[in-house]
């Protein structure tokens, strides 16, 4: 009598979508439409699946620059980590913008609580030494609740939010927003976010435990 072992492999792929804008994103549109708003594109090498802006319209102060985002439908950027600060920060200092770039993080609302503007949670921050310093302005106790991540170093900064009661914030910064663009596919076995038209790679393996493959398509 012959044995006949079988080898069944079983490979499952499992690919989930959202859609958080149009399935296609028409970036001509996109960029008419911040242009018109005051904005310029950030070239920001290795985020294919989001476009920078800023309005070099600087402002001193950060409510303004939030209402600038918000006149677009955005709010002023999160930075949820130390890649994407670095690589925005030397995105601006090769276009040329100085001083700093006002971000999504504030405590106006309850002073050494900051928040992002978006509700966002994350909990990366990129302080300077010494700061945040909520330095006040004699006479007035107002202090410094609006960030900014510095042109001099990418270190961020607490200021003054603007010219409110005594205290006026002497130096002027670019408002900062992302778009993020879509669809984004997260492939369930690698948990990896790509950009629509981005390869996506897979590895499966056999219930029997032979050699993993690699998928790419």
């Given at each position: 009598m012959r044995n006949i072992i079988l080898l069944i492999t079983i490979i499952v792929f499992q690919v989930n979508t959202s859609n958080a804008q149009v399935s296609t994103c028409n970036i001509a549109q996109i960029n008419t439409a911040m242009a018109s708003a005051g904005f310029q594109p950030l070239n920001v090498p290795g985020y294919p699946c989001a476009l920078y802006y800023y309005n070099p319209n600087t402002t001193n102060n950060w409510n303004t620059a939030q209402s600038q985002a918000a006149a677009v439908g955005a709010t002023l950027l999160t930075v949820c980590d130390l890649a994407e600060n670095n690589a925005v920060w030397n995105a601006a200092v090769a276009a040329g913008v100085t001083g700093g770039l006002w971000i999504g993080y504030s405590d106006q609302t309850t002073e050494g609580a900051w928040t992002w503007t978006d509700g966002s949670t994350c909990t990366f921050t990129n302080w300077?030494?010494?700061?945040?310093?909520?330095?006040?302005?004699?006479?007035?106790?107002?202090?410094?609740?609006?960030?900014?991540?510095?042109?001099?170093?990418?270190?961020?900064?607490?200021?003054?939010?603007?010219?409110?009661?005594?205290?006026?914030?002497?130096?002027?910064?670019?408002?900062?927003?992302?778009?993020?663009?879509c669809p984004q596919i997260t492939p369930a076995v690698s948990a990896q976010n790509v950009c629509q038209g981005d390869p996506v790679q897979l590895t499966a393996t056999s219930i029997f435990g032979s050699s993993p493959y690699t998928y790419t398509w």
């Open positions: 300077n030494a010494g700061e945040p310093s909520n330095s006040s302005c004699f006479p007035s106790t107002d202090g410094e609740d609006g960030a900014i991540i510095q042109m001099s170093n990418g270190l961020w900064n607490d200021v003054y939010l603007g010219p409110t009661g005594a205290c006026f914030n002497p130096a002027a910064y670019a408002s900062l927003v992302k778009v993020n663009l």
